[in-house]
């Protein structure tokens, strides 16, 4: 198979080097000392993860241990862990020969990220400015895991198409803006968005589709052996839907405020993504011409519904506008498989492996907008009057900020999400495109082979009955000189 | 392969129209549209998860926002969550080609039935009656993943068998009926049953059987090349099986009493089950003449003792009790799969394709009975004054109910739950018999092709040899041919 | 198939017995019938799980009944309870054909085992002098689960070698063994290893290994046909994998001092995890001349920053300090599997099918000397007073101990594990040499067959292409008599 792919390569010029020997452990040794001398010198635990907290509780007057924050976020944050490495890892193995690749580059990518995330948004937002630390606990791993995110959506959009070197490079982009992003968005702002419509989805989907747009391949159509999936790899890729769609109300919730905070989000989650089920599987019923579904859908567009509650959800949205917004976000993002990613791929050459325009980019930035209505909405008769400025934090220099103008201030966070996804994306898209950094030829995208070591004996069916019609032509011409020799 | 079913269908008459396209959409449209006109008349969020919450703590004097319900249950929520989509859907991809139809049916039916259990059961228990509004929280998700337990398990038995707008009705059906059975056990006749021993397994199970008994296909055999499993069919459906063991304790304890009551429940049910797993081994294996173990009772049987433990799991049933019942439901249950569900088949025309009448009818069954002993061999001095009032909620109208009695109203819940499984099963059924379903033929049973756009290349074995004797056949018939030019 | 074994069989001379109908039965029912007996003898449920915590909670003031235990630790527990049987079970299953033993007997050796650690651990360290019974609560169903993990280290040095039965062995003196060094190590020299570096993995690796070199086959390259692993069998060890890496936090923290030990544990794992992960990517690829990932190592070095934190975690160690422990062990471990590996193989006759030499006891071994080196650097100005004695628990008999003296009895616990894995390893390992265990012959290894009854249809691609060859075989020969017709 190797020799089969090699000269199909020679055929259409020379192979590109995806040599990855020298640039991927350099990289990665760097990184990580850089790494440890950067939290050498910046990282501390926060005052509930320190030994002095015992002091620190008695001095603050907490009663119990179980008032460590640790005991309201660990639960969600174990649940956002689990999103985010097999969750995506596994929704992106959905390719016949690119699994490996799928769930081994998002596991690097998301340990890479994090640290990075870490002090990131560490300097943004939990520097000490005496001390010069920044300071650590749970809350700050689960932004870490978010802030992964945001390029594990953009790596879907360049799944199989990207050497493992590009992809550090995105993540390493990516958790950059994405912290710089999130400053202006949450901080100057002042914006509510805890599940991260704008900031995760939006951001993270627009900035996949510029690189992905940038590095546009004419000729990818050479690799079309390898782009589709078989049965197995269908079932896979369920794995990680599964686990994105039933942990979603954790990832809403996981940095919502303690008490009403968390569960209010926790429920209107669960709704909207309940909701996005049924109307996926009646659009993907209704296209095809028996009725019959399409796993395409039934893996990403059910999870629609989570990802456009990512702003509202800890707002006063009422259930059943939970639904609809689920409602909606299903038909949408099912519609967008359906029609919009091929129209985009026809006129804007735009090639996006995994969708994300159709479950992250569109929906992250319809949640955004919907944020901001239900925002705008929102009124002391619902919320109560401690209720609307704990809601929106409407405290110190924004004490006199209205709903009304809240919902504006998020409508225009959703549009800076965008530009620096589309931005950023379009100058790191730039930037990947420098012949250096190993990706594959244009008829070796989707394919392990490239940078896994595979066992020798392959399962896959392809190479059998290759093998086999090879036995059969063989044993075929034996028949005809045979058939010759007794002509003659 | 298409064409090699259609002719097969022909042969046996005319092949069943199977197409979905107007019925599932049409279907799910309303059903939803439905959902979001009901929850805005009736839904609202509890006072757990309002705005409001920061001034009702204040109100009533809790100290903390950890004291929110939300910090009890919702681990546990999450769980059950897990074992409702990844349990029950991955235990049902065993079948070599209906992994897509276990999995994402069953994820159809818990998005589409959780919405309705959170009506149905929030009229019964939940209706305001001044505000005529129910309100959600928390434990309101947990009792609406329960309540689709009981169609998941029904599901089970039909199996392939049914077609996706079947799987509709049973849940409508099925969620309806579980609200109405679980208001008359619980409320009542006043049992407890927080594991759902009777409300959840014996109802489920014996709903299913009653649906599939009226099912019954003679001509199954038919569909006998999809009956049965691969190598990793198997494989896939273990994850369903041990996420479900895992989180059983979970299951059980998610909505007991706080405090002790969720923490002995755990207990129990962990014990429990790993007791059935030696049983169900010992079994397995003195079956086989070789003593070899067989996937099916690993799958399934090891489940049993969590099963059984739904009831008696928070009462003192002491932890060698606890073992005690793992210990028979192991054999009992594995027996049921060699024995009693080929004699079921034989005699009653019972066709179960998961088993669900020795993983849930009777375990479930036999549960209730259990947690009807333990319930009256209570005592103060076992349970302490308090306890026993608080494990029983002898308050109230309620205030005079001895352990005695309480243990007579505990059988008598295990016979209300079956009576209503076997009676709705049984009027379901007939109303699943319409012609208008598309259900597939009996020639065409347990295969995703029916309701599933299936990848090109298909990676099983069967449709690979099939190709590959085709084209030795015809290179038979060109040597033969080639044979014969020589002989003339 | 089946048949060609047996003829390889009989070529290397009589079969070996591996019937299990009698022997695994007759264990698994002593064995569970043994565990009822001393259960009803032995266990109760503690204060927090029993009926009388509600006057238990009044008498000794305890304000809510979140201040249970099971709030504490339950969420982790559940997370150790997927390590347990999802993690270690399915990482494997990355042999081609032994994946149901993998997840199988890890199942039931787990399920035996926690029985047996709940009187074990509880006669050491729960036993109630005056009523001599033990009690039990979530933290004893962690230490049961933690007890059985040394003996699943040790069933991945024997994967596919050993019978179901002598599985059963390993766990019983597996788990004896451990409740006595444990006893030794945390009680006699008062350590601190909360995550089991030593307790666990380090014990639990030479065990094994001890075992493995007892047990060496010299005809093992007889069964080489079965070792290895193939596309998508090593795509279900990720799931293992993931698993483990993802809850490793918890497996540290789960069993940590409540408020700031368990949240400062939880946030040095998931840093050393991390940092893992990037050393071992760039071992990995350095190896392969085109810079390739081996799966080997992704699935397995990248956990050996959790294994050595496993003391050290809850320490002071500060997140840099995590990273650097990451960082060398995902070098060292991968360095394991490249050269130390084949070199024991080689050597010392090694046979160790899952390198647990690599994952658990070298970087348990050096987690033991870590958590040496940093608790002997500990002082009052890092840990505060109080701090300093909550975390080392330098209370009553152990008052005046200071860090150094305590870092010494460290390193002294770490060669208490080290050597009763060896010495109880190589004893088990000479027990499980009498010739009545019913192990499979060394050309029947690394094969289900031996004790699954496996599915007809087997979807694997060699006996297809034994299948077709054989076809083509045929139809050469037909070809070739018809030439030699033409000839005459």
Redesign the interface.
Known sequence: MGNCCESAANFFGPQKN????????AV??V???A???L??VF???DE????????Y?RENNI??????????R???F??V??MI??GF??LM?FL?RY??GG??FN??IA??G??WALLMQGWFHALNPETGKIT???ES?INADFCCAGSLIAFGALLGKVS?VQTLVVALFGVTLFAVEEYIILDLLHCRDAGGSMVIHCFGGYYGLAISWVLYRPNLHLSKRHH?????S???A??GT??L???W??FNSAITD???G???T??NT??A???S???T???S??H????????VH?QNA?LAGGVAMGTAAEF?I???GA??VG?CMGIISTFGYLYISPFLEKTLKLQDTCGVHNLHAVPGMLGGFIGAIVAAAASES???R???I??FDFEGEFADRTPGTQGGFQAAGTCVSIAFGLVGGAIVGFILRFPIWGDPGDDNCFDDE?????????????P??E???H??HK??E??ES??S??QS
Chains 1, 2, 3 share one sequence.
């Open positions: 995806t040599n990855m020997r020298v640039s991927l452990p990665c040794f990184w990580q000392i790494m440890i001398v939290f050498g990282i501390r635990y509930e993860s320190d030994a002095h907290w015992i002091e509780r009663t119990s241990d179980i008032e460590n924050d640790f005991y309201f660990y639960p969600s174990q649940d862990h689990v490495f097999v890892g596994f193995t016949k699994s490996y769930v081994g596991f690097l340990a890479f994090l640290q650590i606990g749970v791993l493992p589709g999936s078989i049965y197995h269908d079932l896979f369920m794995i599964l686990y769609w039933m942990y109300p954790s303690h008490g009403d968390q569960h209010r926790a429920i669960y709704l993504l309940a909701s089920v049924l109307t599987v009646a659009l019923s209704m095809q011409k028996r009725g019959k579904l399409d796993m039934i059910t006063m009422t259930p059943y639904l609809i409602f619902v919320y109560g401690e209720g609307l704990n809601t490239v940078y896994w070591e595979l066992p020798e004996d392959e399962e896959t069916v392809p059998v009955l093998y086999n019609n036995m059969i044993q075929q034996i028949s045979n058939f020799v007794e």
